[in-house]
């Protein structure tokens, strides 16, 4: 089985910008989350989505968004990025993010902003 | 809100044990997991603890004390691929089973 996916894997952006990170979950799994992995704060949560419905967010500004299609496939969307926003994006999935359940990890976007 | 202590670095020697500690203060308890993570890749699932014990899989165990809030993760016969990054997360009960984590463990392991 296919494990997660990300793209892109690398990306450049100036401040201002806006960009739009993709992730690809597990085959049968319909829980997607996104954190922001930065060497000072760790690994942040942003939010989760579960049947094309956002059902759980983290304390992250509204510049931070996503939706999720109908074949799980998940979209995080930064508008005007700050300096601030340069980090590790990783998204985790599940079978359905209830009790018990493994998350499993893509290999992560890196995002920096210049 | 949850807090999760670990310590930031810890080093040890190729062959020995290492136990990495992990302490926390939720709203609740609904499992504690443990992650690996190599310097630019994906966290790996490494254990799940939701009841107390010790949980063993290979080199690698994982304890659980509710009671305490305390966990560690146990590595024996270190070899030099398991430095890394060590990850603890908690997931609360009562709501969203997102899991809350800590900063991670950098452990380094030297000949």
């Known amino acids: 089985k296919a494990g997660v996916t990300q793209t892109p894997r690398y990306l450049i952006k100036t401040r201002g910008q806006q960009v739009t990170l993709s992730c690809s979950p597990i085959?049968?799994?319909?829980?997607v989350s996104w954190y922001q992995q930065t060497p000072g704060q760790g690994l942040q949560f942003l939010f989760e989505y579960f049947s094309e419905t956002q059902r759980n967010k983290g304390n992250f500004p509204g510049r931070f968004s996503g939706r999720q299609f109908s074949n799980s496939r998940s979209e995080m969307n930064v508008s005007t990025l700050e300096l601030g926003d340069s980090a590790l994006y990783l998204c985790?999935?599940?079978?359905?993010?209830?009790?018990?359940?493994?998350?499993?990890f893509g290999p992560g976007t890196r995002l920096l902003v210049l | 809100g949850q807090n999760i202590d670990q310590p930031t670095e810890m080093t040890a020697t190729e062959g020995a044990i290492v136990q990495i500690n992990c302490t926390y203060q939720?709203?609740?308890?609904?499992?504690l997991f443990w992650y690996q993570q190599h310097a630019g890749e994906a966290p790996t699932f490494l254990s799940y603890n939701v009841l107390d014990g010790l949980e063993e899989k290979g080199r690698f165990s994982s304890f659980l004390s509710r009671s305490k809030g305390y966990s560690y993760l146990l590595l024996k016969e270190l070899q030099m691929k398991d430095s890394a990054s060590y990850l603890c997360a908690v997931r609360v009960s009562g709501g969203s089973y997102i899991p809350t984590f800590g900063r991670g463990t950098s452990l380094i392991v030297h000949p």
């Open positions: 939720t709203s609740g308890f609904n499992g």
């Open positions: 085959s049968g799994h319909r829980s």
């Open positions: 985790a999935s599940s079978l359905s993010g209830t009790a018990q359940e493994t998350q499993y």
